[in-house]
């Protein structure tokens, strides 16, 4: 599937079928991850595969009203999020407290990565991140130094929604100052 195409077509998937997803697509997909860009190819992301059902529960519990509550439980591949701190950059206000804030970026980067290819291979996908992040890295063993960024559950969709609604590009771009129109 063509780049642009998958950008667009690319739905969150939240209802799947019970098809196991093949090992050399989760190796891909998990591959494409590793070469995103991330800040100075410090590469803080890591990703946990959870197959164990009882681990996939666990987790689930963690999720309170959230849509995607059952998505976690059903989808036969579920990747865990991680990143080491203090790797990536900072914003350079406090480098003494914000040294590697730069993680959710560089981690956001990655799971777009997983979320299109995924997608170009038939899968689909949703990002969450409504759960309780500390219970998630107890419940995977996450050690200190690491942050648990959010859960990609995949699967082959058994649901196709529509796109929801984006803002007009004229409304999201601007020229030379911000606000000014950008005329298309
Ligand atoms: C950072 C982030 C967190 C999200 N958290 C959740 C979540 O906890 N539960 C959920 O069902 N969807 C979650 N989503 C999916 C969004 O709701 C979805 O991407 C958005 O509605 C646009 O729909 P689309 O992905 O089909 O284009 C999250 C997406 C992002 C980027």
């Not at 439980?73 to 701190?85: G, H, K, S, W």
């Not at 560089?106 to 799971?111: E, P």
């Not at 996908?125 to 063993?141: H, K, N, Q, R, Y």
Request: hydrophobic share 45%; aromatic share 8%; with cysteine.
């Amino acid at each position: 599937m063509e780049v642009f195409e998958a950008i667009q077509s690319r739905r969150s998937i939240r209802s799947f079928r019970a098809d196991p997803v093949r090992r050399e697509d989760i190796i891909q997909i998990l591959d494409s991850a590793r070469w995103a860009p991330s800040w100075k190819n410090s590469q803080c992301p890591r990703f946990v595969v959870i197959e164990d059902v009882g681990i996939k529960q666990g987790i689930s519990q963690t999720l309170t009203r959230n849509r995607s509550y059952l998505s976690v439980l059903t989808a036969p591949l579920l990747i865990v999020v991680c990143a080491e701190l203090g790797k990536s950059g900072h914003t350079g206000c406090d480098p003494a407290t914000e040294k590697g804030d730069w993680y959710m970026f560089d981690s956001a980067l990655a799971v777009q990565n997983i979320l299109l290819s995924a997608w170009s291979l038939g899968l689909g996908s949703v990002v969450i991140g409504l759960f309780d992040a500390p219970a998630v890295a107890s419940i995977t063993g996450v050690p200190e130094g690491f942050a648990v960024v959010n859960l990609i559950a995949i699967g082959y969709p058994d649901e196709w929604p529509e796109a929801p609604a984006r803002r007009p590009l004229e409304q999201t771009v601007s020229l030379n100052r911000f606000g000014d129109r950008f005329t298309l």
